[in-house]
């Protein structure tokens, strides 16, 4: 079971506009599905071969994972560095680990997180 919704909208109103103008984390810059506006939302990020891999924290059912299914794709800003993510897809607990270099800590077993998005880089 992911975190609790209500968490999350403490977050999103409390802690994420502080994250994203500390700028030390990585943000993912998005357009919603129905507003067509643009968001930004800070995130672990972890890079794996070809792309990057996000921890689904709140589930599938994020604005943010939503956002992303619906339009297939995303910028992805790291380090002052914009880069474009395509080809969105949700991926298991299994493929989440086996793509994970070594060293990446797992979730803790304890929030029960099973689903993961990972997108690709476009490259060229």
Same mark, same amino acid.
């Given at each position: 079971? #992911?975190?609790?919704? @209500? @968490? ?16 030390? @984390?990585?943000?993912?810059?998005? !357009? %919603? *599905? ?9 995130? =672990?990020?972890?890079? !794996? ?7 689904? !924290?709140? %589930?599938?059912?994020? =604005? @943010? !994972? ?5 339009? %297939? ?5 790291? =380090? ?8 969105? *897809?949700?991926? %298991? ?7 994970? #270099? ?17 997108? =690709?880089?476009?490259?060229?």
């Amino acid at each position: 079971m #992911p975190m609790p919704k @209500w @968490w999350g909208h403490i977050n999103k109103r409390v802690f994420n506009p502080r994250a994203v103008a500390g700028g030390k @984390w990585p943000v993912l810059i998005h !357009v %919603g *599905r129905v507003s067509g506006a643009t968001y930004r939302t800070p995130l =672990d990020a972890h890079p !794996v071969e070809g792309g990057y891999l996000f921890v689904l !924290v709140y %589930g599938s059912r994020s =604005d @943010w !994972v939503r956002n992303i299914l619906a339009t %297939g794709r995303a910028r992805l800003r790291v =380090d002052g560095k914009e880069m474009e993510l395509t080809a969105p *897809r949700l991926v %298991g607990r299994d493929e989440a680990f086996q793509a994970l #270099p070594a060293g990446v800590a797992r979730p803790p077993k304890v929030l029960r997180i099973t689903e993961f998005l990972r997108m =690709d880089l476009v490259t060229g």
